[in-house]
């Protein structure tokens, strides 16, 4: 704590986040594209049908489940 001026002379900022944030973290970023875009709703029929379901996308990320923000 002590150097931050130093560090901010030097180009460096320290930005304190909340304990927590999910729009930071990525894993949330994650579940919500699972629940709201690619879990189909059958998926909730049964806690195994879910499991299944959600370990059919974690295969499929990258193939055929993409995250883009453009």
Same mark, same amino acid.
Request: some cysteine.
């Given at each position: 704590?002590?150097?931050? #001026?130093?560090?901010?002379? /030097?180009?460096?900022? $320290?930005?304190?986040? !909340?304990?927590? *944030? !999910? #729009?930071?973290?990525? $894993?949330?970023?994650?579940?919500? @594209?699972? /629940?709201?875009?690619?879990? !189909? @709703?059958?998926?909730? *029929? *049964? @806690?195994?049908?879910?499991?299944? #379901?959600?370990?059919? $996308?974690?295969?499929?990320?990258?193939?055929? @489940?993409? $995250?883009?923000? *453009?």
């Amino acid at each position: 704590m002590e150097n931050i #001026e130093l560090w901010e002379k /030097k180009g460096v900022f $320290i930005k304190f986040l !909340p304990a927590y *944030s !999910p #729009e930071l973290n990525i $894993i949330e970023t994650l579940w919500r @594209f699972m /629940k709201y875009w690619w879990l !189909p @709703f059958g998926a909730y *029929s *049964s @806690f195994d049908n879910l499991v299944n #379901e959600v370990e059919n $996308i974690f295969w499929k990320i990258g193939d055929q @489940f993409q $995250i883009c923000f *453009s």
